[in-house]
């Protein structure tokens, strides 16, 4: 009775020891990457060039993958991918577009639409 008590207490750890070694592997940390968009192949891949070293890493995207703003981003604009490696894959859930890209204008520039002609270069005469 007493040696059927202590083996239910050790196999009772040692299940709770396999348990937390599990989870702890399936919970890998995410990573962040910052560069250059290259382009996006497929829908699939998106290429991006690192701003330091210039290597061009390629991560996985699908339907999952959230976009800020809502888009994908275009080729030359500065992006931080917030990945996780997956099967030897990075796969990227967060892809956040840098402010200070070519589509955004800079600060301190007087840069918007253009003016409309005034009321006397129309050619109108009243």
């Known amino acids: 009775m007493k040696r059927s008590k ?4 050790i196999g009772f750890f040692l299940m709770l020891f396999i348990f937390m070694e599990v989870n702890a592997s399936g919970a890998q940390e995410r990573s962040i990457f910052q560069g250059k968009v290259m382009g996006i192949r497929l829908r699939a891949w998106l290429d991006v060039e690192s701003q330091n070293d210039k290597a061009v890493m390629n991560f996985r995207i699908g339907r999952r993958t959230v976009y800020n703003p809502h888009r994908y981003p275009n080729p030359g604009e500065t992006v931080k991918v917030e990945y996780q490696i997956q099967r030897g ?3 990227a859930y967060t892809v956040t577009l840098v402010e200070g890209t070519k589509d955004a204008p800079k600060e301190g520039t007087k840069e918007g639409p253009p003016e409309s002609p005034k009321e006397s270069e129309k050619g109108g005469a009243k």
């Not at 202590?6 to 207490?9: F, K």
Request: aromatic share 0%.
């Open 6 to 9: 202590s083996l239910i207490v």
């Open 89 to 91: 894959i990075p796969v």
